[in-house]
């Protein structure tokens, strides 16, 4: 573009010379001069008249002025693209410094996600861990463990340190049946454990511990039910010889003959005054009772095939039918002996 205007510039320089000169012509001639008069040329020969340019300084104003305009153009055209250059530049940092914190960003997102699956990796190894060793434990615990219908001489080992501790076994026969669970049962509420009937870690420690309970009476034989830990225990001189599990008045009301009843065991000093050695038919329509002994009124203590470790009789006392056989047959209950409830 530059090129096109200087040429454009030097064409019509020159030509500006042309108009001037044949005015001096002309002039001359209107002056009775004609070139070839002996006077000077005037396209040829300088100027000397003041305050007229000469063709050539008319040129050499216009190229200079074409000069510097030119300069001005390279000058302005220069700035720009300096200034396009750095705008490119700004713009071009500006765009990297974008694409940096975007893939900072993205890295550090990267990271974290990474740092996080990590750590849930090993939280979850770390559970699995925990879980796996607490069913190990728990395996080996109930690998331990003794309950109703196990057999061998685990069972047998227990039943023997259950008579040795004074709670109702007869045989040691390493079958875990009824009468073991019977003992079982006593032997955890003697401990103030949960009545479950399974040796578990705290039953085995109770049997390892020696846990029995103590006798109120001193002298003599006597019979001693503990009502708040469902127990039948005989005692001779102040020694528990014998503990048996039982079950007594659940505290709910019942109908009887067309009458209201509570079933409660009522709590004092009683003695045995009356038995039947037989299996006995309430009075109150209320059931069977196996070769019961009353110490109190229609309260006795009687065998019974249903003997759950909690209260759930009518008033009576509950024994299992070996535990009332034993204490008929071996143990002696006769009439007077004390029974003593608390």
């Known amino acids: 573009m530059r090129t096109v205007l200087l040429s454009r510039r030097r064409r019509t320089a020159p030509r500006r010379g042309v108009p001037v000169a044949l005015g001096v012509v002309a ?3 209107l002056a009775g001069c004609a070139p070839g008069d002996g006077e000077p040329d005037p396209v040829s020969a300088p100027s000397v008249s003041s305050g007229t340019a000469t063709p050539d300084a008319e040129r050499e104003a216009a190229e200079r002025e074409a000069a510097e ?44 996600e990474a740092a996080e699956k990590k750590a849930a990796e090993e939280e979850a ?11 190990k434990k728990a395996a080996e615990e109930r690998a331990k463990m003794l ?25 040691a026969d390493g079958s875990f049946g009824p009468a073991t669970q019977q003992a079982v049962w006593a032997l955890q509420k003697a401990a103030g454990l949960y ?3 399974v040796i578990g870690p705290q039953t085995q420690a109770a049997l390892e511990d020696g846990v029995r309970p103590s006798a109120q009476s001193s002298s003599g034989k006597a019979v001693e039910i ?7 225990m ?12 039982a079950s007594s008045g659940n505290g ?48 006795a203590v009687h065998g019974s095939p249903s003997i759950p470790p909690v209260p759930a009789s009518h008033g009576c006392v509950r024994v299992s039918n070996s535990a009332m056989n034993w204490l008929w047959d071996d143990w002696g209950m006769p009439h007077g002996t004390p029974v003593i409830v608390y």
Do not use: C
Request: proline fraction near 1%; hydrophobic fraction near 35%.
């Open 252 to 299: 709910e009301t019942f109908e009887a003959q067309g009458r209201s009843y509570t079933a409660s065991t009522p709590r004092g000093s009683y003695a045995v005054y009356m038995e039947r050695d037989r299996l006995h038919e309430s009075t109150l329509e209320l059931g069977a009772m196996w070769r019961p002994k009353y110490f109190n009124g229609g309260f």
């Open 27 to 29: 002039a001359m001639l």
């Open 69 to 112: 305009q030119e300069a001005a153009e390279e000058a302005a055209e220069q700035e720009a693209a300096e200034r396009e250059a750095a705008e490119r530049e700004a713009a071009e940092k500006k765009a990297a410094e974008k694409k940096a914190a975007k893939e900072a960003a993205e890295q550090e997102a990267a990271e974290q």
């Open 147 to 171: 309950e109703y219908g196990d057999s061998g001489e685990r069972v047998t080992a227990l039943q023997s340190r259950l008579q040795e501790l004074g709670y109702f076994v007869q045989e």
């Open 226 to 232: 503990d009502i708040d830990r469902q127990l039948l």
């Open 195 to 197: 009545r479950d009937g």
């Open 125 to 135: 190894a770390r559970e699995a861990a925990e879980q796996e060793a607490a069913e």
């Open 234 to 245: 005989t005692v001779e001189d102040g020694v528990v010889t014998r503990i048996i599990n």
